[in-house]
C-alpha cells in the first residue's frame, strides 16, 4: 500500500517484492495469481442479425456487432443458446432480468423475492481475501415503481442480489466508486490522491526493481489520468447535491445531467470500466459487476446518429441504428478488456488471469425473446478457461443449456465450488 493523508492506495504486482503476502513456495514456484470476475450487462437485447461467430482462435471469424472483439479472439469465448428459465413466461422485462445472475424464480407485488446473484455467491466466498468483497456499478440510475406485469421496477434496475429480497445498493458515480477504491475521504478528498502518496511512492521506487519501476510509473500514470476526469465528474456531483438540497429532492431522481452523472454516457461508462481494471490490477477485489444500461433503459445515442432511447430503439433490433448500439455496447468490453490485457502479470496479464462475461437479458428486443441470451467470455482465469472458441448450445435439449450450469462452472474455476445453484446442479458440458 502507498499511504498518504486521508487515502490508502493499493499497489499492483511487482516482481520485486513479495505479493499477496506470500513467499514463493518450496522449489521457487510462485504463488498463482488471484482470478477475477466481472459481469457486464446490457439491457434490451442487442442486433441478433449480427450477433454471430464461426471459427476459433485467431481465425475466428465475428460478426459486426461483435467486431470491437477482434483483438481479443483467442482470449474469446462467444457463447450462444443458454437460457435463464425462470425468465421465461413470466412477461417481458422485469421478470426477464431481475434474476440474470440468480436463476431464482421472482415474485410479484410490493415484496421483493428472488434468489442471490452469483457474483455475491463469489464475494461471500472470496470477499475476505479483498478489502472490498465486490464492486457494483452502474451508469443508470434505478427506476422505482411497478411494471404492467406487476413486477417491481427493482428487478429492473439491478443484476446483483445480496438477498432474496435485496439487490446491493449500486454505485453509479464515479467519483464516489473511485474514493472506495482508494479509501480517499475526510476533507481532503477533493486533494490529489497522487500528491498525497508521493513521498511514499518516492521512496518506494529506490527499493524496487528498473523493471518494477516502470511498471509503477505507468501505474501512477494511470490513475493519474483517470483522476483528472474524476474531479471533473465529483465537481458535477457537488453542484448536483447543491441543487437537489434548493429543490427539497433527491439528485437521483433529476435527469442526467442535473443528476450528476456525467452528460456523455461514453465518459460514464469508460470511467467505471476504468476503475475496475484498476481494483483488479491491486487486488482491492475479485468480483465485480458493472449495469451499463438497465432494462428498459432511456439513454440517448447522439454520437451514434441513433435518434430514439435505448429502449424504444430496441424495438427495431433490426435496424442499422440498433445494430451501432449493440456494437457500441460491445466496445466497451473490449475497452475494459484492453484494459486488463496492458497491466503484466508474471509472464502473462490480469486479463489472462480474469473472466470477463457480457450478457443481455434477452436475444431480441423486438420480440422480447429471452428463449436465449446473448453471451461473451473474454479471459482465461489463469489456464483454468480454454479460450478462443464459438459454443452453441441451442438444440442440445433445456437440460442441458442452462445458464446456471454456466455460473457453476465459472464459480468452479474460480474456487467456489457449490452442489447446486439455482435451477443446475451439473456444469455446462463442453466449457
Known sequence: MLQGVGVAMALPWLESIPVWGDEPALGGVAPAFPHRFAALFMGNGISPDNWWAKGAGAEMELGRSLQPMDPFKSKLNVITGLFNKQATGVGIHPGQTGNILSGAALQKGAVLKGGVSMDQMLAVRLGEQTPQPSLVLGCEQPITGYHETNFSMAYSSHISWQDANSPVPMEVYPSLAFDSLF?????????????????????????????????????????????????????????????????????????????????????????MGDIIALAFQTDKTRVATLLMCRDLSGLFYPFLDVRLAHHPASHDDQSAAYERVSRYYVSQLAYLAGRLEAMPEGEGTVLDNSCLMFMSNMWSGSSHDSTKVPLLLAGGLGGALETGRVLDYTDRGDENRKLCSLYLSLMDRMGVKLDRFADADTRLAGL
Open 183 to 271: 479509501d480517499n475521504q475526510g476533507s481532503q478528498r477533493t486533494l490529489s490522491i497522487l500528491d498525497r502518496v508521493k513521498e511514499h511512492a518516492a521512496s518506494l521506487n529506490r527499493q524496487v526493481s528498473r523493471a518494477d519501476q516502470a511498471k509503477l510509473d505507468e501505474y501512477l500514470t494511470s490513475i493519474r489520468e483517470v483522476e483528472k476526469q474524476i474531479m471533473r465528474t465529483r465537481a458535477m456531483k457537488d453542484r448536483a447535491d447543491d441543487r437537489a438540497a434548493h429543490r427539497s429532492r433527491p439528485a437521483a431522481m433529476m435527469s442526467r445531467p442535473d443528476n450528476g452523472l456525467p452528460e456523455d454516457i461514453r465518459e460514464h461508462m469508460r470511467l
